[in-house]
């Protein structure tokens, strides 16, 4: 391999890094413009920002991690913890609602 294809090489992977860093900025933009909308529905805002918030991890763990060119087990733990995290979320969500939280007396 001569000194050319790895230059090429090279400057390809720092243009993909710099286009994920892009979208990220881009990303932390919008939820930040997001977040100044008038929404009067809390969930509703906590539910776009993790929509974008979710696109932000994938490139974070797709490009950065490398986990785009991984086999089937890491993609089996990623589901993993995807599930798991959702799981989290909507514990969070349920316990902002003050009907059901539980009163002790």
Not at 57 to 71: D, P, Q, R, T
Not at 73 to 92: D, R, S
């Amino acid at each position: 391999m001569s000194n050319h294809d790895n230059a090429h090489d090279f400057r390809h992977h720092v243009k993909r890094y710099l286009f994920v860093f892009y979208a990220l900025i881009v990303g932390t933009v919008i939820t930040v413009a997001v977040s100044q909308l008038p929404i009067s529905s809390v969930a509703l805002t906590v539910a776009i920002a993790l929509f974008i918030a979710s696109i932000k991890g994938f490139l974070v763990a797709g490009y950065f991690m490398h986990l785009i060119s991984e086999k089937k087990m890491i993609y089996g733990i990623l589901l993993a913890t995807v599930f798991f995290f959702a799981g989290l979320m909507y514990l969070t969500i349920w316990s902002m609602n003050p009907d059901s939280l539980v009163h002790i007396k």
